[in-house]
């Protein structure tokens, strides 16, 4: 029995230290959701505005073909960037991203991995992989992004490649994040801007603004799905270090309960001890 108690207080110890642990961790997780969420929220209006303009253009007439490679889908390989964290301990955010990782790429495509997770999957998987960035601790600045995306743009002007899509985590909210798979370009014109459109007049011409506009696109479209990603990487964190915060808890009281009615046990045990052996005498 000493010896249950014992091991029944290392037990608790242990418990007590796993949630601790993971309320520290909860605690800068939500330290960091703060600023990842007001940028997202902040970026998003922008990216969608630049989104709307390109489509809007493309809508409009037929471009010359220097400007077409960028609409028309055409057979080849693909560069594929997959958005994951560096570290675990966030839920099944990881597992949902490779869900779709393992659906989508082939064998001929190319690889580019974000986070020490997606290069890990990557090289087990013995994927095509270009290059490989690690997403950090911090959250990106916009800077950051250049040298990840000039590999997609010397690839994709060279005709390497035909097509640039992206496997990530949208944050939507603090409880769902999900992982979903963007193609950027080819740039596919939405039907639904047809129709009772506005006669714009373009100075200059649209072809000339749409090439301009082209690389403001990548870069919103890829800045916006790096904030995403970092979001719903400390939103599951959160969620995830909660639930074992919690769960170590009730392990905890479940223990105390056994150790007190054992202690207790024990205790009563001795009492009978000593009172049987004062009757003998």
Do not use: W
Request: charged share 25%; aromatic share 10%; proline share 3%.
């Amino acid at each position: 029995m000493t010896q249950n108690l014992q091991q029944l207080k290392k037990r608790i110890k242990a418990s007590n230290n796993i949630a601790q642990i993971a309320k520290v961790m909860e605690m800068i997780a939500v330290s960091k959701i703060r600023k990842a969420q007001e940028s997202v929220e902040k970026h998003n209006p922008y990216a969608k505005k630049i989104k709307y303009m390109v489509q809007k253009i493309l809508t409009k007439k037929n471009f010359h073909e220097k400007t077409e490679k960028f609409l028309k889908e055409k057979d080849g390989k693909r560069l594929i960037y997959i958005i994951s964290p560096d570290k675990g301990l966030c839920g099944s955010l990881v597992v949902n991203i490779f869900k779709k990782v393992i659906y989508y790429i082939q064998p001929t495509d190319y690889i580019i991995t974000i986070g020490k997770k997606a290069t890990n999957n990557a090289v087990r998987h013995d994927y095509n992989i270009l290059a490989s960035f690690n997403i950090g601790t911090n959250f990106s600045k916009y800077d950051d992004i250049y040298p990840m995306i000039d590999i997609a743009k010397k690839f994709y002007l060279s005709d390497e490649v035909t097509k640039i899509s992206i496997i990530y985590t949208k944050f939507k909210n603090m409880l769902v994040q999900e992982a979903i798979i963007e193609e950027i370009f080819p740039v596919k014109p939405k039907k639904n801007l047809k129709g009772n459109e506005v006669d714009y007049i373009f100075e200059p011409d649209s072809e000339r603004i749409l090439r301009d506009l082209l690389p403001y696109y990548l870069e919103a479209e890829f800045y916006s799905a790096l904030t995403n990603a970092y979001a719903s990487e400390q939103a599951a964190r959160v969620t995830a270090m909660k639930n074992a915060k919690d769960n170590a808890s009730e392990i905890s009281a479940y223990l105390a309960n056994i150790y007190n009615k054992s202690r207790q046990e024990k205790i009563t045990n001795e009492i009978l001890d000593l009172a049987n052996g004062q009757q003998g005498i």
